[in-house]
Nanobody, 118 residues
Framework: QVQLVESGGGLVQAGGSLRLSCAVS????????MGWYRQAPGKQRELVAR???????TYAESVKGRFTASRDNAMNTVYLQMNSLKPEDTAVYYC????????????WGQGTQVTVSS
């Protein structure tokens, strides 16, 4: 079992920055991939960024060059640094963990609201 707790959301003006954190309840070396997803009202949840336990990252096209995913292995925490925020980035952001152990396990945090005003 993996518990994920997000923090760092809030209200920011367009062009501003926020850093989201996701505290993980176990050693993140044991987690194959950590991801950040978001869901805006009336829209499907979408992948924003993913970082593997090897440190490889992937990003949605809409956030490339603006968002950076990182991990602090000592703190069992992953981060999403969001710069040059736009109103269309407004959504609930969720932390996600994928573990492969005989089969695939997937875990979600409770989400944190990010609101970008124009």
């Amino acid at each position: 079992q993996v518990q994920l707790v997000e923090s760092g959301g809030g209200l920011v003006q367009a062009g501003g920055s926020l850093r989201l954190s996701c505290a993980v309840s176990r050693n993140i070396f044991s987690i194959n991939a950590m991801g950040w997803y978001r869901q805006a009202p009336g829209k499907q949840r979408e992948l924003v960024a993913r970082i593997t336990n090897g440190g490889s990252t992937t990003y949605a096209e809409s956030v490339k060059g603006r968002f950076t995913a990182s991990r602090d292995n000592a703190m069992n925490t992953v981060y999403l640094q969001m710069n040059s925020l736009k109103p269309e980035d407004t959504a609930v952001y969720y932390c996600n963990a994928i573990v492969y152990l005989v089969r695939r396990y997937e875990y979600w945090g409770q989400g944190t609201q990010v609101t970008v005003s124009s």
